[in-house]
């Protein structure tokens, strides 16, 4: 039974140049979190979603970020016009329910972003 | 809105003694809590939870933490540390507030554990 599968697991890019992050959930969770690691600091909320749905992006900034979980995949996190400071790991979770603030999520190994 | 302090952003112990890793937490409401821990370039796995159960929650690897509400506090304990147990360890909260009851956590700032032989 598979985990949390993140891909990739390291991406380096240049300043300006998008990036893209495949999160495919546990089999039988269908909702999904993105949290972004800057370095030296604890996980930070971006965004939740459902199957086609964004629930809730109140973490996700304004700009150059985008998320999706089509019907059929993996979800993905998108970041256009990549900077030095979206540097970061990120990490997705999925739970099988969304019910309650008691769900345990299960993360992925997370995907570490370098922008030179 | 809520949040959570871990105080000491790092801990050093010898194999074998306690370790105590601090967590407050400041929620309006009641809060779940988590522990978590992220071995190097890995994910994080769930180390224990608390969900207004029993106040003393017991987690693998001999890991417990018991819920203080009067102190606001959830400090994740272990009698005997082993070396095995060097990794970084984050306390989480969430809740059921706002109609947004999901898996919304907000995290600490983390604590790195190191274990000396």
Not at chain 1, 12 to 17: A, F, S, T, W
Not at chain 1, 84 to 110: E, H, K, M, Q, W
Not at chain 2, 17 to 37: E, I, K, Q
């Amino acid at each position: 039974n598979a985990g949390v599968m993140q891909n990739p697991r390291h991406l380096v890019r240049r300043r300006g140049q998008e990036a893209r992050l495949r999160c495919s959930p546990m089999k039988g969770h269908s909702h999904v979190y993105w949290y972004r690691q800057l370095p030296e600091e604890g996980l930070k909320f971006m965004v939740y979603l459902q199957k086609e749905n964004i629930i809730d992006e109140s973490g996700m900034p304004k700009e150059r970020f985008s998320a999706e979980f089509p019907k059929e995949g993996p979800s993905i996190l998108r970041i256009q016009q990549v900077v030095r400071g979206d540097s970061a790991a990120y990490f997705c979770a999925s739970s099988r329910t969304g019910g309650s603030g008691a769900n345990v999520l299960t993360f992925g190994a997370g995907s570490r972003l370098t922008v030179l | 809105a809520q949040s959570v302090t871990q105080l000491g952003s790092h801990v050093s112990v010898s194999e074998g003694a306690l370790v105590l890793l601090r967590c407050n937490y400041s929620s309006s409401v009641p809060p779940y809590l988590f522990w978590y821990v992220q071995y190097p370039n890995q994910g994080l796995q769930l180390l224990l939870k608390y969900t207004s159960a029993a106040t003393l929650v017991k987690g693998i690897n001999g890991f417990e933490a018991e819920f203080k509400k009067s102190e606001t506090s959830f400090h994740l304990t272990k009698p005997s540390a082993h070396m095995s147990d060097a990794a970084e360890y984050f306390c989480a909260v969430s809740t059921n507030a706002g109609g947004t009851s999901y898996g919304k956590l907000t995290f600490g700032q983390g604590t790195i554990l190191t274990v000396h032989p």
